[in-house]
């Protein structure tokens, strides 16, 4: 089980919400969005991180927003944390980003692509904030063993596993729910991103999606058992400046929970 700040993560606790756009857009976009999941979350009981990039080193074009300026996104992350008393999660691409983020955020993301880098998953350990550690699209899911057997060397066991899907042919992700019952096995919190799920990788000039499946994964998940449900939620999902394809509308978002936590008492009943 992890813990960060009182919101108990595996274990058998009920689900915590990890959710926020894609990427931090202005200052507008990400407060609103903090304030009303974090309204929601209050309201449903349900514990919620907060997340949203402050770096898109990944994108498919090469003209595509990556970002405001690194210390302008580090301070909105700090309002967001004085303002609402949330925990923060953000990715980190790079050996040098590790330190810096970890001043900030309590829960350090690897993303997918960078799942088997080596230095990467030990800079982030030695910082010794929570590393939540994305399943690469090419893996199979008993091979996260050893990325999170990296992260561990450096001392640091507050390690989760996220679910996003894997490659299957071209343009197209498939989530295979065995995943989240294998990666359980090896014995850390497993998180289901029920966003990045629904891509449609390399679709032209943007990555595509198909928003209609976000809540059909994240039920199924929820009812395979699961210790945590990332959703990127975003007010205006068409014209985000990251995933717009494949962003929840934070109108969306209560409905779903409703349903998620039903799913999940029943689980772990």
Do not use: W
């Not at 980003?97 to 955020?105: D, P, S, T, V, Y």
């Amino acid at each position: 089980m992890i813990d960060i700040n009182g919101i108990k993560i595996g274990a058998g606790n009920p689900f915590v919400l990890i959710a926020g756009p894609c990427v931090i857009e202005n200052y507008e976009i990400t407060m609103k969005t903090a304030e009303r999941v974090n309204e929601i979350t209050n309201d449903l009981g349900i514990p919620y991180i907060f997340k949203s990039s402050y770096k898109k080193a990944n994108r498919t074009n090469v003209s595509s927003f990556t970002g405001l300026d690194e210390e302008e996104s580090f301070e909105i992350f700090r309002k967001i944390k004085a303002e609402f008393n949330l925990p923060i999660l953000t990715d980190i691409h790079t050996v040098e980003e590790a330190g810096k983020a970890a001043e900030i955020a309590d829960i350090l993301q690897i993303p997918a692509f960078l799942c088997r880098q080596t230095e990467l998953l030990t800079a982030a350990g030695f910082t010794g904030r929570v590393i939540n550690i994305k399943k690469g699209q090419f893996l199979a899911p008993e091979d996260m063993k050893h990325a999170a057997e990296k992260v561990k060397s450096t001392g640091n066991e507050k390690i989760m596993l996220t679910e996003r899907g894997t490659t299957f042919g071209y343009h197209n992700l498939v989530v295979d729910m065995r995943s989240l019952i294998i990666m359980k096995e090896l014995g850390y919190p497993v998180v289901m991103d029920a966003t990045h799920s629904v891509q449609m990788p390399g679709s032209g000039n943007v990555t595509g999606g198909q928003p209609k499946f976000i809540a059909p994964l994240a039920k199924a998940a929820a009812a395979v058992g699961i210790d945590a449900l990332f959703l990127e939620v975003h007010p205006d999902p068409p014209n985000a400046l990251s995933d717009a394809a494949s962003q929840l509308p934070l109108d969306d978002l209560k409905e779903l929970l409703i349903t998620i936590k039903e799913i999940d008492a029943i689980t772990k009943r």
